[in-house]
């Protein structure tokens, strides 16, 4: 039975990171290993954490990475000591009991099979489909969109990081995370990556995940439009033939759904994500 290392990133949410350890001790696939990441949480997590769960190692980062650096501490850790496969899971979800045996199902019908996902559920509207596993990038408006309902394999141009299972050979050959998002895209960019690298991306229909989305920053918050943003146009620099049209396109339908709101605030995190020099 292939062994599976379960990658929790925990920040500032100790609460839900619990909620979702407590489902994923009900899992009915055996060979598995839980670790959680704290990015530098400010609060008592890591000693919440430990409190519950004192079996459950936990690496401590000296400082917040982001999302995609701080899971890649945790993944080379996984690939070191010879996992067969990385599971990579909100701290924000609730998972099916059998949500890990339906990826690995899945992932070993077809080696050929680089990244699996799982079918996503509003947590609060259990039966809504959040995403079926992931979705496709708009080269020209600059968005993304997740899938709502089966897609064949050339429509599912990513897969959501919220539940992703990742098989070693394929991590091996395009890398990790480009450490250089910091937040938002960099799973859409893993995703592009694996698809150029001849690897297929496909979805557990079986594996069940229930999502809060959004539960470390908020939806609307500042600090999301900035990041999201910044990596927007990163993401579309990095990927798209002609990268002006995406990157004018998405940015200004921003802007005009802040300006409808009269989000002043919102407006400027926006231009300060789309104008940092990191995104250059």
């Given at each position: 039975?292939k062994?599976v290392?379960?990658?929790?990133?925990n920040?500032?949410?100790?609460?839900?990171t619990?909620?979702?350890?407590?489902s994923?001790?009900?899992l009915d696939?055996?060979?598995?290993?839980?670790?959680?990441v704290?990015?530098?949480?400010s609060?008592?997590s890591?000693a919440?954490?430990?409190?519950?769960?004192?079996?459950i190692?936990?690496?401590?980062?000296k400082?917040n990475?982001?999302?995609?650096?701080g899971?890649?501490?945790?993944?080379?850790?996984?690939?070191?000591?010879?996992?067969?496969?990385?599971?990579?899971?909100?701290?924000?979800?609730?998972?099916?009991?059998?949500?890990?045996?339906?990826?690995?199902?899945?992932?070993?019908?077809?080696?050929?099979?680089?990244?699996?996902g799982s079918?996503?559920?509003y947590?609060?509207?259990?039966d809504?489909v959040?995403?079926w596993?992931?979705?496709y990038?708009?080269?020209?408006?600059?968005?993304?969109?997740?899938?709502?309902a089966?897609?064949?394999?050339?429509?599912?141009?990513?897969?959501?990081?919220a539940?992703?299972?990742?098989r070693?050979?394929?991590?091996?050959?395009?890398?990790?995370?480009d450490?250089?998002?910091?937040?938002?895209?960099?799973?859409?960019?893993?995703?592009?990556?694996?698809?150029?690298?001849?690897?297929?991306?496909?979805?557990?229909?079986?594996?069940?995940?229930?999502h809060?989305?959004?539960?470390?920053?908020?939806?609307?918050?500042?600090l999301?439009?900035?990041?999201?943003?910044?990596?927007?146009?990163?993401?579309?620099?990095k990927h798209?033939?002609?990268?002006?049209?995406?990157?004018?396109?998405g940015?200004?339908?921003?802007?005009?759904?802040?300006?409808l709101?009269?989000?002043?605030n919102?407006?400027?995190?926006?231009?300060?994500?789309?104008?940092?020099?990191?995104?250059?």
């Amino acid at each position: 039975m292939k062994k599976v290392a379960i990658i929790i990133l925990n920040w500032l949410g100790w609460r839900d990171t619990i909620e979702c350890l407590s489902s994923l001790k009900k899992l009915d696939y055996p060979n598995y290993r839980l670790v959680v990441v704290d990015n530098a949480s400010s609060d008592d997590s890591v000693a919440q954490i430990q409190s519950a769960y004192p079996d459950i190692p936990i690496i401590v980062n000296k400082r917040n990475l982001g999302f995609g650096s701080g899971c890649n501490v945790a993944i080379r850790q996984a690939l070191q000591d010879g996992t067969d496969f990385v599971w990579l899971l909100n701290n924000d979800t609730i998972a099916d009991p059998r949500a890990l045996t339906a990826l690995v199902e899945k992932a070993e019908s077809d080696l050929g099979i680089g990244a699996i996902g799982s079918v996503l559920y509003y947590m609060d509207e259990p039966d809504r489909v959040q995403a079926w596993g992931g979705g496709y990038v708009n080269y020209w408006r600059g968005e993304s969109r997740h899938h709502l309902a089966p897609a064949t394999e050339p429509q599912l141009h990513y897969l959501t990081a919220a539940s992703l299972l990742l098989r070693r050979e394929a991590l091996k050959q395009v890398g990790l995370f480009d450490e250089k998002f910091f937040l938002y895209w960099e799973d859409v960019d893993l995703g592009c990556r694996l698809r150029n690298g001849g690897w297929k991306l496909a979805v557990a229909e079986g594996s069940r995940v229930w999502h809060k989305e959004s539960a470390s920053l908020g939806e609307r918050s500042s600090l999301t439009t900035e990041y999201f943003n910044t990596s927007a146009v990163r993401f579309f620099r990095k990927h798209a033939r002609f990268p002006a049209f995406p990157i004018a396109f998405g940015v200004g339908a921003h802007m005009v759904k802040l300006l409808l709101r009269a989000d002043w605030n919102g407006i400027r995190y926006l231009l300060k994500g789309a104008m940092r020099k990191e995104t250059l």
